[in-house]
């Protein structure tokens, strides 16, 4: 196995498993840490998806160094720490904490971290992010129920997480090609500096970044900075990978469930009510009081027309959200509906329920920890960073795992079309 990814939440890991697909690497994508046993033989990459992006701190590393370990017994070669493209982390962690324990781990003293994901926007200039051209504490993370992201500046948001002292590869080293960032972290590594920020504001600056960082031990970083790794590792053998035709689905009903908050799952769950897709709105404060409940969802459910797919959504704007987190707490809050939609996912494969979309990268760890799926093959892609995937055991279930910010204002419209 060339690399072994850990992802702290499992949309994340999808577009991560996506991008070395696509790059030519056979990849199997596990929901937590690979039960012993799981058959990982022949796949070049493993991306293990955690939900440990807004666990207690110490929980999060723990998690991120048993699947480590797993890794490494599976012949992982190199290490991949994945996070959100848009940094999502709060002063306590988790992305410091848990690169710091994965540096020990594999035995090294230097790593980078590039969320840059500009096919998605998400661009690095001079170390800060910018979402679509905005700044990071202007855009719509500053509203994250959860991770509200109020600096732009990474080396900032990431030296008040870790105590290893961060630096800065800038643009200029960065589009000067491999030989020019490998002596940038060369200078930084010299000066004491042990995770460098790295700017990226297109593909061919990931690719020059994956090659000058493809003998590293450990990488971290989005989605992106992965795209120049499969060809670095492979040093000019032919891909491995077969080209993906067309993906069959198992024949059943279609359902969205949307948990996530942000602007782009606001934007397509209006397309979707435009469009007039039946859709039911899970109320937070009704769900708190039990005046709603999973059960009210599935009897709902269950009278919709079985031809087309359904929406269920908790989806809000950031105001209802402030709102309802100032009455039940912000975690508190967010459990109450992840819980909510989870039991509601329990139930599907008995209504005959087999393709489903799911907007929100907590809210997809919650459904698919529900739905007893512990392995995904990596289907085509429906927008950048969004593929369909199908389970390799259990209930045989095709699922679109998107992160709350990506995909077109109608993607709950146009995935079914990928579908056979
Ligand atoms: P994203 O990918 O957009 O960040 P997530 O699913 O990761 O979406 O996070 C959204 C969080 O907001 C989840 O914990 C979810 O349960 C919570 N949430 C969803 N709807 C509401 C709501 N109406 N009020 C408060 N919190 C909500």
């Known amino acids: 196995m060339k690399i072994g990814c850990i992802a702290d939440d499992l949309t994340g890991a999808t577009d991560l498993a996506l991008m070395l697909a696509r790059e030519g690497l056979r990849t199997i994508q596990t929901i937590g840490v690979p039960r012993a046993g799981l058959d990982l033989a022949g796949a070049d990459a493993v991306v293990v998806a955690l939900k440990s992006r807004t666990n207690p701190t110490q929980e999060a590393v723990e998690l991120s160094l048993s699947a480590a370990e797993a890794l490494k017994r599976a012949g992982a070669q190199h290490l991949f720490f994945k996070y959100c493209s848009t940094f999502d982390s709060t002063d306590d962690g988790n992305i410091g904490p848990v690169a710091e324990a994965l540096l020990s781990f594999t035995d090294s003293d230097f790593t980078l971290a590039c969320p840059a994901f500009p096919a998605n926007g998400r661009t690095v200039y001079k170390g800060h992010l910018f979402v679509n051209g905005v700044p990071l504490h202007e855009s719509s993370m500053k ?64 690719r020059a970044i994956g090659q000058a960082a ?167 892609e429906i927008d950048p960073g969004v593929p369909w995937t199908r389970s390799l055991a259990g209930n045989d279930l095709a699922l679109a795992l998107k992160s709350g910010n990506f995909g077109t204002p109608d993607f709950f419209l146009k995935a079914w079309n990928m579908l056979r």
């Open 143 to 206: 509203d994250h129920p959860l991770t509200p992201m109020r600096d732009s500046n990474l080396v900032r948001v990431l030296q008040r997480q870790t105590k290893l002292s961060v630096g800065l590869v800038s643009y200029e080293d960065v589009e000067a090609g491999p030989d020019a960032i490998r002596s940038a972290f060369q200078r930084e590594r010299a000066v004491g500096h042990r995770i460098v920020i790295v700017d990226a504001l297109s593909d061919s600056h990931l």
């Open 214 to 380: 493809a003998d590293f031990p450990l990488i971290t970083g989005g989605s992106g900075v992965a795209m120049g790794l499969p060809a670095a590792y492979r040093q000019g053998q032919p891909s491995t990978q077969s080209t993906e035709t067309g993906f069959e689905a198992p024949g059943g009903r279609s359902l969205i469930l949307a948990g996530s908050c942000s602007a782009a799952t606001r934007g397509q769950v209006k397309t979707a009510l435009d469009a007039g897709i039946p859709a039911l709105r899970l109320d937070a404060m009704e769900l708190a009081s039990g005046a709603v409940s999973a059960q009210t969802a599935l009897e709902w459910l269950k009278a919709q027309p079985t031809n087309g797919p359904a929406l269920i959504y908790s989806t809000a704007t950031p105001e209802e959200v402030l709102a309802v987190q100032s009455k039940l707490g912000r975690t508190n809050a967010g459990e109450i509906v992840e819980n909510t939609l989870a039991e509601v996912a329990r139930a599907l494969p008995a209504l005959g329920f087999t393709r489903l979309i799911v907007a929100g990268g907590e809210t997809s760890g919650a459904v698919v920890n529900a739905l007893d799926v512990d392995s995904l093959s990596i289907g085509p």
